[in-house]
DNA sequence: GCATAAAATTTACGCGCGTAAAATTTATAT
DNA sequence: ATATAAATTTTACGCGCGTAAATTTTATGC
């Protein structure tokens, strides 16, 4: 790549000798012209410096390789790790993926999907805030743009949905804390954005109710997204007001957990599951950081690879005409059992 | 926006009875058409959901509102706190944000930059990988397209840098160790992806001998991007070899003391300024989970909202037209006073 | 060498919108 | 009411590429 720019396919094609038509054939597909025309096509392209204008593909072809991604927020590095690793599927698949943070906000959330209609995506990988998403602009935008849900469900839209059965989550650690110790008193949100905390509570309950263990529910005030922030300041109130009323707490979620691990350190509180511990703490969720909280932090993990593979594969085959009826599919998680519980 | 749907501006004009060029300049600028006109828009955009697909707006604009955002790594915190921070701001300012991550790796770092000129961004924030950074393909971008660079400087190329400075963030934070203590030792890893890691070991040396003290750097193994583990793994090396020849531990950054401090505790070592305590480890960033260690980190921390609006700013000045000669900015970290040293 | 099929080229139009120039309409001042 | 300026409409072309149809060129079999 020598050569000066070139800036337009008219102008490679000039350059090159082969006409536009059959540049465009090569560059949407290079298996697609002969031998002979591919290798010309490709020694050209040792000596011009030429990249076809993506957006300028997509807006006229009928069916394109972008598939949008969208989490609800880029900064929580659980769904940083899962969107991640869907990029690199569509990668793989030969798609081409565009990143979208709604930055826990509704109305973000709404202008992202306004913005993924214009790339023309063959599909969506969508993650939706939960309660605070607009469920009309979700709705709408199933019907026009192939999506596929994961993480949290609303309502029966889209393609299909793909998540961790968080019934199974807590059902699962429930039972080990159970059967470990202390029952555990489950720790929350009073006010969570997100749907899966709401049946993580319920599973908490029917699991202890199940185990003949009566249940206690700690719900801490706060809003937003500062999971360990409002972990450690509901942590501090609530050894306060003496609210854990066992030495086992189960945490709604790990970043919760993080945030409570560090209310127990500036208590005074000594976590895990030795002698000299006061107290146990577990997670649910596998969050990158919990290996890594002093102690490591006991959690039942989501199947990251399975949960992206199951989504990227759904939609995939959706685009390429498979059809299937709407269907939820939720995994199961994995006990990662460590210091803190 | 209860009608039907509307393709594209020559139907909506069609149907709202304005011109398509009034449109058109009324998308770009609403206050460009009189009152009178843009009511009479406001209202048919009432009655009728449209929106203008942005990717077409772009084709044919010889300035666009684009901006480009490129971390090397948006699973890592910090980069992801930044990339929203800066997200922000084009908003506010009425530029259109689209975010990329490098994922830690050169040649998609490449393949960005290629995708980014398909945009015909106004202007780009652009943190390099660093050393791993192919640098012909970043100065030719930067020749085509107006680009800031910040985080990590590779040369002087794009507009300008801006970063923080690493030379006093190491100076003070090791000032800070060796007035409360021991001097500390400078923990990192042997083949660091970022040239500040660079910097600040340099840095740590000057101060070290300016203040009459012997540098002692522990360098452990570790390619890649998982920072924590890294720092996991070579912490517990280094108390096996006894690499530590202080009770004191500057790390690199805070991802790596993240990991340090999780080898503590494996090994029992307790960490903190207590008189029970063995040992005092800091790090150097801010990273957004060092208040949530056990015990909190402390550390120097970049001036997020400083770096990035600094950066913001220039690159807007520039897209404005204003010229001025290529400059580095390096902002001064805050000394953040926690548990951990 | 010739017939046939396959691939490439030519030609032409479309995607959704920006933008420039000329013609027309509207608003403001006198 | 008239002159002037401002805004809008009409008309037309461009951005960079997809894609379809008709034509020409190339490759393959015999």
């Known amino acids: 790549m020598a050569g000066d720019k070139i800036k337009n396919m008219e102008e490679f094609a000039r350059i090159s000798g082969i006409s536009r038509p059959t540049l465009s054939k090569f560059f949407n597909d290079p298996s697609s012209v002969r031998d002979s025309t591919r290798s010309k096509i490709e020694a050209a392209l040792e000596q011009y410096d030429y990249r076809p204008n993506i957006y300028a593909m997509n807006q006229n072809r009928k069916l394109t390789k972008n598939v949008g991604i969208v989490v609800p927020l880029l900064s929580d590095p659980y769904f940083a790790e899962i969107a991640r690793n869907l990029e690199q599927r569509c990668l793989a698949a030969g798609y081409r993926p565009t990143l979208f943070s709604s930055h826990g906000d509704a109305a973000l959330e709404t202008e992202v999907l306004d913005t993924l209609r214009s790339l023309k995506p063959a599909g969506v990988l969508l993650a939706p805030l939960g309660r605070a998403s607009d469920p009309h602009a979700l709705e709408t935008f199933c019907k026009d743009v192939p999506t596929l849900i994961f993480d949290s469900s609303v309502e029966e839209i889209g393609l299909a949905f793909v998540g961790s059965d968080n019934v199974q989550f807590t059902t699962h650690i429930t039972d080990y804390l159970c059967r470990t110790g202390e029952p555990p008193c489950f720790y929350e949100m009073k006010t969570p954005a997100n749907p899966n905390a709401h049946r993580r509570r319920q599973a908490y309950i029917a699991a202890m109710e199940r185990f003949g263990h009566e249940p206690v529910v700690v719900s801490v005030e706060g809003e937003g997204w500062s999971f360990e922030e409002i972990g450690r300041l509901g942590g501090h109130e609530a050894f306060d007001k003496g609210w854990f009323s066992t030495n086992t707490i189960l945490c709604s979620n790990d970043r919760l957990a993080i945030g409570l691990l560090t209310a127990c350190y500036e208590k005074g509180v000594h976590v895990g599951r030795g002698s000299d511990c006061a107290i146990r703490v577990a997670g649910q969720d596998g969050h990158p950081h919990s290996r890594y909280t002093c102690p490591p932090l006991t959690t039942i993990s989501h199947d990251y690879d399975a949960?992206?593979?199951?989504?990227?594969?759904?939609?995939?085959?959706?685009?390429?005409?498979?059809?299937?009826?709407?269907?939820?599919?939720?995994?199961e998680g994995r006990l990662i059992l460590r210091d803190s519980a």
């Open 307 to 331: 949960v992206s593979q199951t989504a990227a594969d759904a939609l995939f085959a959706a685009i390429e005409g498979q059809v299937t009826p709407w269907k939820s599919t939720r995994l």
